[in-house]
């Protein structure tokens, strides 16, 4: 599972910047950072925290610079970009980028000497540790560190302020920095070092990402001076970074104990391929805390918090064929703990406000992650005792009506939506602008309405309430017919995207996958199949599916420019990387072994992207048009889970019931 750049990669600043990697911890925090070692995004950092967690990020240490003095020549292993000029000189010396476990880089200073280092970020703790190893030297030589700090919200910048304490404390080996009041401190540990103070403030890092963007993009960074430590052929040295003092852990006992953990996960998922632990890895990134006893999802990487919709359909995928259970009812629990009104929250907003609910889709999708964990844990119990009767009271607040308009109507399907809100998945809005409104009826929203009835139908059989199973079934056979009555577009083989008093909308989108991708189908093979013919003819690419078909005269290609272009794309034609899950699950429930050897070789093509974007995970988002780039959060949960899903699942079929 080991995954290697070439070096016509590493050794181009454009090529080397466009690759990051990332390391989570558990916690919402991480360090990353770009392969060509110049911080490319606002989001890159050394040591990033999550002040409460998983919320409240911080990009505390930017980037911890390396220079090697050799007989007094002193070389570079950094790079990074301001205006008009690339310093890239680092990536002469880059020899070699793997990833399994950590990220590792090899260092090569011509014959002269061979440094390695390793990046791995603590799980549920605030710590970063970086190893050195030195694999060869022709003679003693020095490594000086340089830490910059930034100390602010991980969505901002900052500049060069007269606020920050040019004061810092060495000792033993540690770097204690507080910069700012009010804001957690930092430490540094380097055994056996010197630290030689030097404070100043380095001006306009400039950020090409969020240039590309159309961000802001240049930053001021502070540095309070440098580390440094002699080192010979075979020393290894570790630095730990915390927030918290560090002089007692030990850096190779840490990392160890990390990798230990790590190699656990491989070992648990039920098919042990490349692809499968390589996904397994990158899904544990997004399991993290949420408050004292729970856990949720982070949506993607590095801006999204958790957001309901995100973390149940990624839950199956994240947590479930990789055999995390209890994860996934603490997570669970998490999100039923927050139902108001029937309906569980959009998303848990970074500075702690209340949670926002402006979701149709977060809650039915709620049910299907509550149906999945029963089938894949067996756990009854939980289920029935502390789930069931909210899964009513949700049936019971859609009955009556909840926020946004959302309501079942007499025709028994589900209406949603209101001038100036976006509900769905599709959820682009800029101001007052919602992109694609979809108010009404929405096929996707429908046909999860008719699998929450029939999976309540299932959970109140287990409970030994007949009358009440027998209920949910006949309302599912109802919202059935009327689905089918509603939503069948006569003659043209696929269906309506959403419905409304005033438009049968009839656009070519991926919505319509989902009544026959889910565990409760509502089509017959016949249009079943029109369906999936149609989403391979005008949606799927070779990493994921359209939002909209290239036919449409909406459909734009390109995901890019400020944000009202990229806004504007999201959902557009833009591709998205998590439709390939009900994609297979619809394809090999319509064709079999001939679906699975299909999907193996699509699979087989797409693996190119694990070496692209974030090393090791899949993308959000990716252009509609050729190459196909991707773009948006470099790492996405669903994008993971669905294909991990789908592949254990589906594809290898490993799950087969007894």
């Given at each position: ?11 181009d ?11 989570t911890?558990?916690?919402?925090g991480?360090?990353s950072?770009?392969?060509s070692?110049?911080n490319?995004r606002?989001?890159?950092g050394?040591?990033v925290?999550?002040?409460?967690p ?6 505390l ?6 220079f ?10 950094s790079?990074?970009q ?12 880059f020899?070699?980028y ?17 440094i390695?280092k ?15 190893e030195?694999k060869?030297?022709?003679?003693e030589?020095?490594?000086e560190?340089?830490?910059?700090i930034?100390?602010r ?9 007269k ?6 404390v060495?000792?033993?080996?540690v770097?204690?920095m ?13 055994k ?7 404070p ?7 950020y ?19 580390f ?35 190699e656990?996960i491989?070992r ?15 899904a ?19 801006w ?5 919709r995100?973390?149940?359909?990624s839950l ?6 990789t ?18 009104m ?7 907003p ?5 949670p ?18 029963l ?16 899964l009513?009271?949700?049936i ?6 909840t926020?946004?308009?959302?309501k079942v ?8 939506g ?7 998945w599709?959820d682009a ?6 992109v ?9 929203i ?26 949910f079934y ?9 689905f ?6 006569k ?14 909308n009839?656009?070519?989108?991926p919505n319509m996958?989902f ?18 013919k ?5 949606l ?12 449409d ?6 995901y890019s420019?400020d ?6 794309a999201?959902?557009?034609g833009t591709?998205?990387g ?14 079999g072994?001939?679906?699975r ?5 699509w699979?087989?093509?797409f693996q190119?992207?694990l070496?692209e974007?974030?090393?090791?995970s ?5 252009d509609?048009?050729?190459p196909?780039?991707?773009k948006?959060?470099?790492?996405q ?6 294909l991990?899903?789908?592949y ?11």
């Open positions: 599972m080991k995954i290697t750049i070439s070096d016509d990669i590493i050794k600043f454009s090529k080397a910047s466009s690759r990051e990697w990332l390391e911890n558990g916690l919402g991480w360090a950072g770009s392969l070692g110049a490319t606002s989001y890159h050394m040591f925290v999550a002040t409460n998983p919320v409240g990020r911080m990009v240490i930017s980037k911890l610079e390396e090697i003095k050799f007989k007094g020549v002193k070389f570079e292993l790079a990074n301001f205006p008009s000029n690339i310093c890239a000189t680092g990536l002469e010396y020899d070699k793997e990833q399994e476990y950590f990220p590792v880089f090899h260092y090569k200073i011509g014959d002269k000497i061979e390695v390793t990046i791995a970020a603590i799980y549920e703790e605030n710590t970063i540790v970086v190893t050195y030195v060869n030297a022709v003679d030589f020095e490594l560190l340089k830490p910059f930034s100390y919200d991980y969505h901002g910048l900052i500049r060069e302020n606020n920050l304490k040019w004061e810092a060495f000792g033993n080996g770097l204690k507080d910069p700012y009041e009010g804001l957690p401190a930092s430490y540094i540990f380097l056996n070092s010197n630290f030689k103070f030097a100043a403030w380095f001006l306009n890092f400039e090409r990402e969020e240039q590309n963007r159309g961000l802001q993009f240049s930053e001021d960074l502070f540095s309070y001076g440098n440094s430590v002699k080192l010979k052929q075979g020393n290894k040295i570790g630095v730990v970074i915390s927030d918290k003092d560090p002089s007692r852990k030990d850096p190779f006992k840490l990392i160890s104990s990390e990798r230990k953990r790590r656990k491989t648990n998922i039920p098919f042990k391929d490349d692809l499968s632990q390589r996904l397994a890895i990158a544990d990134q997004f399991v993290v805390k949420r408050g004292k006893n729970l856990k949720t999802i982070i949506a993607g990487y590095h999204f918090s958790d957001w309901g995100d973390t149940m359909i199956p995928g994240i947590c479930l064929v055999g995390r259970f209890d994860e996934a009812k603490k997570i669970l629990k998490a999100f039923a703990k927050s139902i108001d029937g309906m569980i929250p959009n998303r848990f970074d500075v702690g406000e209340e926002e609910y402006n979701t149709v889709d977060a809650t039915l999708w709620f049910f299907i992650a509550i149906k999945k964990y089938d894949y844990s067996g756990d009854k119990t939980f289920v029935l005792k502390d789930l069931y009767s909210s009513k009271d949700i019971q607040w859609h009955d009556r009506g926020r946004y308009n959302i109507q007499e025709d028994g399907l589900l209406y949603a209101q001038n100036g809100v976006q509900l769905t599709m809005k800029i101001g007052n602008w919602v694609t409104p979809r108010e009404g009826k929405a096929v996707e429908n046909a999860l309405w008719y699998n929450a009835l029939m999976i309540l139908g299932e959970l109140a059989d287990l409970k030994g309430e007949l009358k009440s199973s027998r209920q006949e309302r599912a056979g109802h919202i059935k017919k009327a089918l009555d509603a939503f069948v577009i003659g043209q083989g696929y269906l309506y995207d959403y419905i409304n008093q005033y438009e049968h009839s656009c070519v989108r996958l009544a026959i991708s889910l565990p409760y189908p509502l089509l017959d093979d016949e249009l079943s199949v029109s369906i999936l149609i989403t391979e003819e005008k799927l690419t070779p990493v994921g599916l359209r939002s909209l078909s290239p036919d005269p909406q459909y734009r290609g390109n420019g944000r009202l272009a990229r806004d504007g999201y959902h557009q591709v998205w998590w439709l390939i899950g009900p994609y297979i699950t619809a394809k090999v429930r319509l064709e072994d001939k679906g050897r299909d999907v193996e070789q699979i087989q093509n190119y992207h070496s974007a974030a090393i090791g899949i993308s959000e988002i990716f509609g048009n050729e196909f780039a991707p948006g959060c470099v790492a949960a669903w994008s993971v889970a669905e991990l899903r789908a254990l699942e589906d594809v290898k079929d490993v799950f087969k019931k007894k």
